[in-house]
């Protein structure tokens, strides 16, 4: 990782005092639904009184027209400069050729790549994560990308640590995405990280979307999906959310689908890629953060409501994920 982008955090940075910048990087030929996600999510995002809370441009080696893959081109308004004043780069996905062919960058783009300040948020959607990896920001470092790319990306970039199989990585000021709609994902969960639940779940109505996807990309890899068995956990998953303060051992759950332990589990992680036990805990910390949100709750009572039982619990599983205690996040996004 390129040594002036080490591991500060955005929050570290105190942006939050003025309007966010988001600079998307087009590189020819450039996925065209990919480069229009951030300004449509992350341009859909206002505070109560509807002030923007971001402000996102595009840029690109020179401003103007930058072709696409699907046969349109898309038009960057500025160059290259955009990105030393940038709190958030982000590239998305592209067939960009030295990065997909040769896993290396040319000149121009790496120098343009160099000036992005440090702390700034550094951001992949889908194959734009060859370009990052070629620069070396995933040296040592967990990532994701397209699933259908993932061996060209293995052979390009050994020193990565690649999983194909989840909708986003957040490595904290280093995120990285699946494929195309999975850059829906990643941005909607970088406003939840900023600005808190309610302003991304206001973001994911106007976009309507869910403001949260479940599983990861194993669910659409053809040879991680058992064709054996057509039965689907959704439904069990769907009642799940509605009894996250009931107890919900894999046992439990698998009853309710009329399946076996050992079945239901499997099933479960080929449509989600995740274990039951992680996909309810990280359903049961959103529930709490929507609670510290929106009601003046002690924390006890939030631990109890969401299902992680104790305020020990809520804490060690707040900071694990957010590396935030209770208290913490409900002054961060409440004000209080």
């Not at 620069?135 to 699933?147: C, I, K």
């Not at 000021?173 to 639940?197: N, V, W, Y």
């Not at 689908?257 to 995740?274: I, K, L, V, Y």
Request: hydrophobic letters at 45%.
């Amino acid at each position: 990782m390129p040594e002036n982008h080490a591991t500060e955090s955005f929050e570290a940075k105190g942006a939050a005092s003025r309007r966010h910048v988001v600079a998307v990087l087009l590189l020819e030929p450039v996925v065209g639904f990919d480069a229009t996600i951030p300004p449509m999510v992350f341009g859909a995002a206002v505070a109560e009184d509807g002030m923007p809370l971001y402000e996102v441009v595009t840029c690109a080696l020179e401003p103007g027209p930058v072709r696409g893959t699907a046969g349109y081109s898309l038009v960057a308004e500025r160059g290259v400069e955009a990105l030393a004043v940038a709190d958030t780069v982000i590239v998305p996905g592209t067939r960009f050729p030295p990065a997909r062919n040769e896993g290396r960058l040319t000149d121009e783009v790496a120098a343009a790549l160099a000036a992005i300040p440090a702390g700034s948020r550094i951001v992949s959607i889908c194959t734009g994560a060859f370009v990052l990896a070629a620069a070396g920001f995933f040296d040592g470092r967990r990532a994701t990308t397209h699933w259908r790319y993932a061996d060209d990306f293995r052979g390009l970039f050994p020193k990565v640590d690649l999983d194909e199989t989840v909708l986003f990585v957040d490595e904290g000021s280093l995120l990285s995405s699946a494929g195309l709609a999975a850059g829906i994902d990643l941005c909607l969960h970088m406003i939840r990280r900023d600005h808190g639940a309610a302003v991304a779940n206001r973001v994911a109505r106007h976009c309507v979307v869910p403001p949260w996807r479940e599983g990861g990309q194993a669910q659409f890899i053809e040879h991680h999906v058992p064709d054996h068995d057509d039965r689907s956990t959704a439904a069990v998953r769907a009642w799940a959310l509605e009894h996250l303060a009931e107890p919900l051992s894999v046992a439990v759950l698998a009853a309710r689908a009329r399946m076996s332990p050992r079945t239901f589990a499997r099933r479960f992680q080929a449509e989600t890629g995740m274990s039951p036990g992680a996909w309810i805990r990280d359903r049961r910390v959103d529930r709490a953060r929507e609670l510290l949100e929106s009601a003046d709750l002690p924390v006890d009572v939030v631990a109890e409501m969401s299902g992680l039982g104790s305020p020990d619990n809520l804490r060690h599983h707040m900071r694990r994920g957010l590396g935030m205690s209770p208290s913490a996040y409900r002054k961060a996004f409440t004000g209080q």
